[in-house]
């Protein structure tokens, strides 16, 4: 039985609207990148050299998307679905590179840090995964931003972005936003880069992204 206190909290979740973050946060893209199968995502920053090619990795070349560079310098996001590894530029959304079968032996993180071999302009770098394996992603990130799961509706997990006083003590719309409602899929991951920059959510049928990276970065 939910104490007086559970119940209101409950009520408060349920009551909350999906809405938008707040500026600085923008959505990356219109809408959510369909991945079919998602297992996990992880976060790596692609190195700060001069950009190069997506597909000048030799294990992604067959598969990876033509003439997209790297986003030197910037958030990536790796997901790993039962259909293969993919990378992403956390900034567009872009598809950096594809590998549609991966070694047996690391195409799932399976391994005692859970990570997966990255691929495109990080390829050799193991990237930690959060999903279904286990794992999760950064729930704070500069500036005083939280992220919270809450399950009002359990099985539905709600995916609550705060600051300041937060969600549990503040105003809906001024110190917390409900900005995700996984009804429809299973959520796998939320959470923000360890740079901050970006949140996602992953659910085991699509990505979403929001930036506080300016449009003009390149």
Known sequence: MLTEYQQ???????????????APWRPVSARAIAI???????????????????????????????NVEAPAGRDVVMVVSHDGHGLFDATTGARIARDHEPDADSAYPADADLTCPGLG???????????LFGGGLHTTAE???????????????????????GAYGGTLGETWWHVFDADYSELRAAGFSP??????????????LWTRTPPSVS
């Not at 302009?121 to 999903?131: E, L």
Request: aromatic residues 4%.
């Open 36 to 66: 079919g199968g998602l297992v996990g995502i992880g976060f790596a920053e692609a190195p700060a050299e001069a950009p190069v090619e997506a597909n000048a990795d030799a294990n992604a070349d067959a598969n990876a998307d033509a």
């Open 121 to 131: 302009p990080v390829a050799g770098q193991p990237v930690p995964i959060a999903g």
């Open 195 to 208: 740079s901050g920059r970006t949140l996602a959510v992953a659910t085991s049928s699509d990505l979403t």
């Open 8 to 22: 209101l909290l409950r009520e408060r979740f349920l009551s909350a609207p999906v809405t938008a973050p707040p």
């Open 143 to 165: 500036g005083g931003w939280m992220v919270d799961v809450v399950s009002p509706e359990w099985p539905h997990d709600r995916v609550i972005l705060s600051t300041g006083a």
